[in-house]
DNA sequence: GTCTCTCCATACGGTTCCGTATGGAGGTGG
DNA sequence: CCACCTCCATACGGAACCGTATGGAGAGAC
């Protein structure tokens, strides 16, 4: 873990404290605790950044890159709406990304995270809303399943994290993932009492 | 805010802790600023409790009587399992008790929080189920809409209380809930282009 | 070799919290 | 009225941080 290198740039430490929100959530990005991950000291920091705020605002930037930019351009490549959505439930479901999502929207009533927040829902439900448009939804309708879909994609990934055993695995995961994408995808349905 | 009682006891401390992670999380829950707010000291504190710890835990029993027994007793007084189900979905939208849940799951990886949230999400999700089942669904079908629907609320709530202006207001949120309750208690929809 | 500039180590003071020790203040029983 | 018991105030030591000050260590320029 304490993998000396000879000297350090910024990256390193906005890396180790994108790392840090996984796995400890904000109050791991801590100057003294990253700097002995590190295997440096507080000087090294101070010289690369003007105080903890700093860092946090590099680390957010990065997250935006990687946890929406890139993932949103590499699902864009799908040809057509509906294979763009599939693909989008299999990135954001399968992955590891779940952690740093998860404690970066617990710590969103901190000033540097919440305009995070906000950009992220803004653009990661007007993406939806516009392939399920493109699907023939309205556009009210859309930006109403849209919302509903990343309600529900925060919800699972909130129980992924926090609460592991609520969430079932292997075939019955498949099984709920299959109910809930024709629940959010499928006609707006009658009532029914089964 | 600095309402002075001539004697304080554990319940004036576990209530103020619940109401401290309503506004600040779990860090809210530290002695020497509640004892501020109560106007007392830590004297007090440590006198009718052995640590941080314990009143958490206070607390945390209080929050399990408050935001599930009680809610759910009062939700089970309705005549069939629509209206209880609807009920429930009112009560949880409706009120003022986002913040609390929001806080306490976002402090899930506490020794002491961590099995709260286990408890509630399995008393709820269970609940849920129930109504699902008497509904008509079969049984697995009514576990996965139990997830789905706590999965979507837990979302919901997060969003409320972090970027409230991604919620819809007034007649647009009771649109957006009507859509929401359709995909959640509709047949399984086949699958639509619109 | 020495000068300089970049980068880091160490030491310090300040803040906020936890938990303990100890000395009361104030009501109650005898 | 006095001894006691419950409850609280004050003072202290310790831990984990943040941010600053300052003194180098190392590498390139010349």
């Known amino acids: 873990m304490v993998v000396r290198k000879p000297r350090l740039g910024p990256d390193d430490w906005t890396a180790a404290a994108l790392t840090a929100i996984g796995e400890q959530g904000l109050a791991g990005v801590a100057v003294e605790p990253l700097a002995t991950r590190l295997g440096t000291t507080k ?7 003007a105080n903890r705020d700093a860092l946090l605002e590099a680390a957010l930037r990065s997250w935006d890159e990687t946890y929406t930019d ?8 799908e040809p057509d709406p509906a294979a763009r959505l599939r693909a989008l ?3 954001v479901t399968a992955s590891d990304r779940a952690p740093v999502e998860v404690h970066l929207h617990a710590a969103a009533d901190h000033p540097a995270v919440a305009p995070a927040m906000r950009r ?3 653009r990661r439900t007007a ?6 448009t493109a699907l023939g ?14 309600a529900t994609y925060l919800g699972h990934i909130q129980l992924v994290v926090r609460i592991p055993e609520a969430v079932p695995h292997g075939a019955a995961l498949e099984a709920y993932l299959g109910t809930v994408l024709a629940a959010l995808l499928g ?3 009658a009532n029914g009492t089964g």
């Open 89 to 91: 439930f299999v990135a």
């Open 137 to 150: 939804f309205d556009p009210a309708e859309a930006d109403r399943r849209a919302l509903f879909a990343y």
């Open 187 to 189: 006609q707006p349905a």
């Open 120 to 122: 992220a829902v803004t």
């Open 43 to 49: 000087g090294s920091f101070y010289w690369h950044f």
């Open 127 to 132: 993406y939806i809303a516009a392939q399920l």
């Open 70 to 77: 890139a993932i949103l351009r590499t699902v864009d490549a």
